[in-house]
């Protein structure tokens, strides 16, 4: 079941503010990582600084997790198992380079058992290629 907003932030003790539930519900309707102008120019009218620490306390608290593709940052919310301390974020990342578009894969996990006795403290996983939207289209 999907959470309120309500819920999520207080599950992360994150503060409610007026922008960081627009930010929060708008990324909830994508199924795509948004880049910082992404998201700067769906709120062309507000404070770029307000929408950039907005999306650094979603991070810092385990609300969002940060993809890095062709050299830029992207940000998706995190599954419920993501906390303040630890992103648990071990599945497939997609950029299509048709579409531009970054996808979350989590149907392809990295199993717990290859990291073996290390500390790992962050896994990208990173494919490039054409998205299935895309093959069809052409």
């Given at each position: 079941m999907k959470k309120t907003?309500?819920?999520?932030f207080n599950s992360k003790n994150i503060r409610l503010t007026t922008m960081r539930i627009l930010i929060y519900e708008y990324m909830q309707t994508l199924s795509e990582a948004l880049s910082l102008a992404d998201i700067e120019k769906y709120f062309h009218k507000a404070d770029k600084v307000t929408i950039y620490r907005t999306l650094q306390t979603f991070l810092e608290?385990?609300?969002v997790h940060k993809i890095m593709d062709e050299n830029q940052a992207r940000y998706r919310l995190c599954a419920?198992?993501?906390e303040q301390e630890e992103h648990n974020d071990r599945h497939l990342h997609f950029y299509c380079r048709k579409c531009g578009?970054?996808?979350c894969r989590e149907e392809i996990i990295l199993p717990e058992s290859l990291t073996g006795s290390l500390r790992i403290d962050e896994?990208?996983?990173?494919?490039?290629?054409?998205c299935?939207?895309?093959l069809t289209a052409s």
């Open positions: 907003t309500e819920e999520a608290k385990g609300l419920d198992s993501c578009q970054t996808t896994i990208q996983i990173l494919a490039k290629g054409i299935e939207k895309c």
